[in-house]
């Protein structure tokens, strides 16, 4: 990709999901619509145009605009009531989730345009920007409204009847966790080289310092490939997902840079309060290990939602290591980046629950379980972090566990 499209690419998948967008384009649609008719009064047919009035449609507008404001009312409270519902009762994180949702943008974002297009069009009539025979076409246009307004309404009963449960939480979770991996396996280090173990550090290197404090959430591999030059190389150590203080190092260059250069590769690391999933794949197996520790606290003590977590988070684990691909060349050879490791992964996805349910033999088994498959399949480091973090788990369940019995059903690999 080139230097100059790779932040618009990721700016645009980050906020084509914004609900703001979706609804904003859509009105601006409706305005644009409204605004068109007055310029397309010429291939109206006269027999059409004795016909159909401004009389017939301003009933039919007036009605749209009233219904609209109202339903899109309801929605937005409705939408609301769910998000915080499903927050309290499984983690703060999945709001973010669920605002992308776009099933719901789109509903919305129809009333809201059926709504401006209604109201926009009555004050062209009222002002007398539209001539009387531009009715036949504002009448077409709003039969095509209504239409889809129907549609929108019929989606949104059936979206209704699952928005917010717990089973459409989980699903959303698993599939944005699902899509990070994917993209980590497709590109591993952001198409840039992986630190490893054998990654030697120039003797001279220059600290390219964060500009203010809070949470990596992308970086522009493809500018900083551009200003490393041929013969340079930048080290990243603060990768997507890492908490920064203002001036900490966000990276290393090899040599000498001036002010100005410091500043421009300090602009390429995108820095917010909170870690989005463009490029952390460990955020979405944190989401679902904070929905299976919520379910284990002894507000709620559901363990079967926790079992399947530890379903859900070992199917992602055990795709990811089995896809884990060959030797790539990287897209970005003058940027060295270290990968989230395989233990970085079996942390975020088990360490909760492997903390919160100790006490319960139910989720020590299945637990137990699933990290003895992992520590049974294809990579290597995968293997070794299952099998380290069985042990964990069957240390807990040993202090947690009373009966004799149900210690001695704790399986590790």
């Not at 036949?136 to 309404?153: E, F, K, R, S, W």
């Not at 100790?358 to 294809?378: C, K, M, N, R």
Request: charged share 15%; hydrophobic share 45%; aromatic share 6%.
């Amino acid at each position: 990709m080139k230097s100059f499209l790779y932040m618009p690419v990721l700016l645009f998948q980050r906020y084509y999901k914004a609900l703001w967008l979706r609804v904003t384009l859509y009105a601006l649609l409706s305005v644009t619509v409204a605004g068109g008719a007055a310029f397309l009064r010429g291939m109206i047919p006269d027999a059409l145009t004795e016909r159909i009035g401004s009389d017939a449609v301003m009933p039919v507008l007036t009605i749209l605009a009233s219904s609209m404001l109202a339903v899109t009312t309801f929605s937005l409270n409705v939408m609301v009531s769910a998000h915080r519902g499903a927050a309290n009762n499984t983690t703060p994180r999945i709001h973010r989730l669920l605002l992308a949702d776009t099933t719901t943008q789109s509903v919305l974002a129809t009333f809201i345009g059926a709504f401006v297009y209604a109201l926009s069009t009555i004050i062209l009539f009222r002002t007398t920007l539209y001539q009387e025979d531009a009715a036949v076409l504002v009448m077409g246009v709003t039969i095509v409204v209504v239409v889809l307004v129907i549609v929108a309404m019929l989606r949104w009963i059936e979206h209704l009847s699952t928005l917010g449960s717990l089973d459409d939480v989980m699903r959303m979770s698993f599939d944005e966790a699902q899509r990070s991996l994917k993209r980590l396996n497709a590109r591993p280090a952001l198409g840039g080289v992986p630190i490893t173990a054998q990654t030697i550090l120039p003797s001279q290197v220059t600290d390219i310092p964060a500009p203010c404090s809070g949470y990596v959430q992308i970086i522009n591999m493809a500018e900083l490939n551009t200003c490393a030059g041929e013969g340079g190389a930048i080290y990243v150590s603060a990768k997507p997902g890492t908490f920064v203080l203002e001036g900490q190092p966000l990276a290393q260059f090899g040599g000498q840079l001036s002010r100005n250069d410091i500043g421009h590769l300090a602009g390429c690391f995108v820095i917010g309060d909170q870690r989005t999933t463009e490029q952390d794949p460990e955020i979405g197996l944190v989401t679902l290990s904070e929905i299976s520790s919520k379910a284990l606290s002894a507000g709620i003590n559901d363990p079967g939602t926790a079992i399947e977590v530890i379903a859900r988070v070992t199917t992602l684990i055990w795709d990811y290591a089995r896809h884990r691909p060959a030797d790539l060349e990287p897209a970005f050879a003058h940027v060295f980046m270290a990968d989230p490791s395989a233990a970085d992964l079996i942390e975020a996805g088990f360490a909760g629950t492997a903390r919160d349910g100790a006490g319960q033999i139910e989720v020590v088994d299945s637990l137990g379980a699933a990290l003895t498959s992992l520590a049974q399949g294809p990579d290597a480091a995968t293997r070794e972090a299952a099998t380290a973090m069985a042990a964990r788990a069957a240390s807990y369940a040993t202090t947690k566990l009373t009966l004799t019995s149900e210690k001695a059903k704790i399986e590790t690999p």
